[in-house]
């Protein structure tokens, strides 16, 4: 979706506007906010960073409550299946050349002073990464419900990971993108039937991502419904997400002592958030990443994987105690 003002669309997006620049020759779609009254001047830019595959619009209600910490961007990543910024990897995206684009994309825009990355899920590994591509530019970083490489059980584990997950990881992904190119219609439209039914709290969507989904705001939803019909048109595009999955559980699982290496490179001050109904996480390896230098960690209790979208106001509240005590 693209809007000259989002207040079009929903009035609390009234400011929010689409932009358009191009990366490399590729063109990319964002969303930008001018910060409001209460941002300090020169206050740093706030750039949200979705899930893998994913578009600005999946968490734009996030951005009016970041408005007053300074300008707010939301961006298309490459491969999206629902936005506008272009595919420039033939084989689809992986979470280390999507930390490249993010730092190109900075580049690109010639932001003034420095940065504030936000991550949410497989997102959350990528601005961590970017992170540590672009020490000087970077103030801090939110990564929420982050994919991070999870602890290793036992050693039995770990070589199941370093030989059948290695080959799994190889040969799954182009396989799956020929799968998902045949079925990706009935893919979205399974996904959309699971996302209209408020109320739900015993089925399949529920148990996927924790918490309770009916706290996201109805414009929100909205949104996203209509997000997945423009997706159905272009069902070729869920090809890209085999190849971005397998990337991160690369990350994740097989190459662990690479991207763990990659993360102690960030300079920036971290805060990891995750809800504490969040199924998709491991709150003891998020710990375990907590315990670095600068990064901080935070529990929400009775939230799930829609953090950010769920307890916005809550979200903002954190964030802004956390960016005052690093003295942003």
């Known amino acids: 979706m693209r809007y000259d003002d989002w207040g079009a669309r929903s009035e609390q997006w009234t400011g929010l506007r689409s932009m358009s620049t191009s990366v490399c020759g590729v063109p990319v779609h964002y969303v930008r906010a001018d910060p409001d009254a209460a941002a300090a001047p020169g206050a740093a830019t706030h750039l949200l960073v979705p899930p893998m595959t994913g578009s ?16 707010v961007i939301s961006v298309d990543l490459p491969g999206t299946i629902a936005g506008h910024t272009g595919a420039p990897y033939r084989r689809g995206p992986r979470a ?13 825009l010639r932001l003034e002073g420095e940065v504030v990355l936000h991550g949410w899920s497989t997102g959350g590994l990528v601005a961590a990464l970017a992170a540590g591509m672009m020490p000087g530019k970077t103030r801090g970083v939110v990564l929420v419900a982050p994919a991070l490489p999870w602890r290793r059980a036992s050693r039995t584990e770990t070589l199941g990971w370093q030989t059948l997950g290695r080959l799994v990881v190889a040969a799954g992904p182009p396989t799956t993108r020929v799968a998902l190119r045949l079925v990706g219609r009935r893919i979205l439209a399974s996904k959309r039937n699971a996302i209209k039914t408020p109320g739900d709290t015993s089925g399949s969507r529920t148990i996927r991502i924790g918490g309770d989904p009916d706290r996201v705001a109805g414009a929100q939803v909205a949104l996203w419904l209509d997000d997945l019909d423009a997706a159905s048109e272009h069902p070729e595009r869920l090809a890209g997400t085999a190849t971005a999955f397998a990337s991160v559980i690369e990350a994740m699982f097989i190459s662990q002592r690479t991207t763990n290496a990659a993360l102690d490179s960030v300079r920036a001050p971290v805060l990891v958030l995750w809800g504490s109904d969040d199924p998709l996480v491991d709150p003891a390896s998020l710990l375990q990443h907590a315990r670095r230098p600068s990064w901080t960690s935070r529990s929400i209790e009775d939230v799930g994987h829609l953090l950010p979208l769920e307890v916005p106001d809550l979200y903002e509240e954190v964030v802004g105690t956390w960016l005052a005590g690093i003295g942003t």
Do not use: Q
């Not at 996030?62 to 300008?71: D, E």
């Not at 280390?96 to 690109?108: Q, T």
């Open 56 to 71: 600005a619009s999946m968490w734009i209600d996030l951005v009016p409550h970041l408005r007053r910490f300074g300008p």
């Open 96 to 108: 280390d050349l999507d930390a490249r684009f993010v730092v190109a994309f900075v580049r690109r």
